[in-house]
């Protein structure tokens, strides 16, 4: 899995996945631009051209990707939305 920014700890963040974070490209859940700092994932998405697949890596937020799996929950066990989406998402 390809993520970016600074490692959380997860398992995923031993892997050599690590990558330049796509500043100024947006979130696909919230669409904010993802800003230098940011951390989070570039997620697989395959998508058809003219009948053709084709598939490109969206960035998500590390807070975004977390509250779509796991629901409201994340949002009320972290205090990450109440932050103010601050650069650290």
Sequence with gaps: ?????????????????????PVGDLCVKCEL????GDRGFLIPFVDRQEG????????????CFMESV????FRLG???W????????
């Design 70 to 73: 796991l629901g409201p929950v």
């Design 1 to 21: 899995m390809k993520w970016f920014g600074e490692s959380w700890g997860a398992p995923c963040c031993e892997s050599d996945g690590r990558v330049e974070a």
């Design 33 to 36: 631009p993802i800003m230098d």
């Design 78 to 80: 972290t205090g990450w």
């Design 52 to 63: 053709e697949p084709y598939v490109t890596d969206e960035p998500w937020h590390f807070g």
């Design 82 to 89: 109440a932050r103010g989406m601050s650069s650290k998402r």
